[in-house]
């Protein structure tokens, strides 16, 4: 084993401390992407159906939902 390696080596301490340092970050910057990604496509689903909305009046499936309403009750 190379000396600098060694666990009673004057900066063994201090390497290996750095190093932990780097990985928490590491693993803290992957966490930001990944809620970064969410937070995108909440937006971008949330865009889609302001789009739909204003195009439509309401969501898709509202209307469906109005429409079959109004086509049983007057069937009734």
């Known amino acids: ?5 060694r ?6 301490v ?3 401390k750095r190093a932990v340092t780097a990985y928490q ?3 803290a910057e992957e966490r930001r992407q990944r809620e970064d990604a969410k ?3 909440a937006i971008k689903a949330v865009s889609r159906l302001a789009r739909l909305t204003s195009r439509y009046g ?3 499936t509202v209307q469906r939902r109005i429409g079959c309403r ?3 009750s007057s069937r009734a």
């Open 14 to 16: 201090d390497r290996y």
């Open 58 to 60: 309401a969501a898709p």
């Open 70 to 72: 109004a086509a049983c």
């Open 39 to 41: 937070r995108r496509q």
């Open 1 to 5: 084993m190379p000396r600098n390696e």
């Open 25 to 27: 970050d590491q693993l």
């Open 7 to 12: 666990l009673n080596c004057p900066g063994f």
